[in-house]
């Protein structure tokens, strides 16, 4: 081999082994606190949360078993997605409340979904709707659940497809997609077991 094609073949590893490395210092780098990664992780844990505490309010006020089944994978699935999500922020060496305000996160084609909005975050019911659903039972709790939970994941989806169009992390996108997609399909279920109670 002449000189210039062992200079060509060093130079070629040379370039290989850097871009490696380049690529493994991007992916184990974390998360920028202000990205749409770490802006999900604590605002999806915090719209998760209220869909447990509403979940657990409509479970002891139904007799319903449709109802309590559905309230209780409701409460089941969004702490484990909450508890992952509070996970990474430990791994990436990140507060859990972050200093911008909520919803900061999202990209200007996401954002205009929550314009005009006075909501912390999208979906999320008000104090007033959840001393409602507190106070009420049977059947009239189970109306104002399904229409809350209905509006609380419309909300969720946006916000996981706004999560899927910025995160950069593999595992935040992961989650957002099948957030959406599951809450997007269980808005169907919702809606149908709302009308049955019309």
Same mark, same amino acid.
């Given at each position: ?126 104090? &007033?709707?959840? *001393?409602?659903? @507190? !106070? $009420?039972?049977?059947? =009239? ?5 399904? #229409? +809350? ?5 419309? &909300?969720?989806? *946006?916000?996981? @497809? !706004? $999560?899927?169009?910025? =995160? ?5 996108? #992961? +989650? ?23």
């Amino acid at each position: 081999m002449s000189l210039r094609g062992v200079l060509a073949a060093v130079v070629g590893l040379l370039v290989g082994v850097l871009g490696t490395l380049w690529v493994t210092q991007v992916r184990s780098s974390p998360p920028s606190d202000f990205g749409a990664d770490a802006g999900f992780a604590r605002d999806m844990q915090t719209h998760h949360s209220q869909a447990v505490e509403m979940a657990l309010l409509v479970r002891d006020r139904t007799d319903d078993d449709e109802v309590r089944t559905l309230a209780y994978d409701i409460l089941t699935s969004q702490q484990q997605q909450a508890g992952q999500m509070y996970g990474w922020l430990v791994q990436w060496g990140l507060p859990q409340t972050g200093s911008r305000a909520p919803m900061a996160w999202v990209g200007a084609a996401h954002a205009t979904d929550h314009a005009g909005s006075n909501e912390p975050m999208p979906g999320m019911a008000t104090a &007033g709707e959840l *001393a409602e659903l @507190q !106070a $009420a039972s049977g059947v =009239a709790a189970e109306r104002l659940f399904l #229409s +809350l939970m209905i509006d609380h994941h419309t &909300g969720g989806v *946006a916000m996981a @497809q !706004a $999560a899927v169009a910025d =995160a950069r992390t593999p595992e935040v996108t #992961s +989650l957002a997609a099948a957030i959406a997609a599951s809450q997007a399909s269980e808005i169907e279920l919702l809606e149908q077991l709302l009308d049955a109670r019309s």
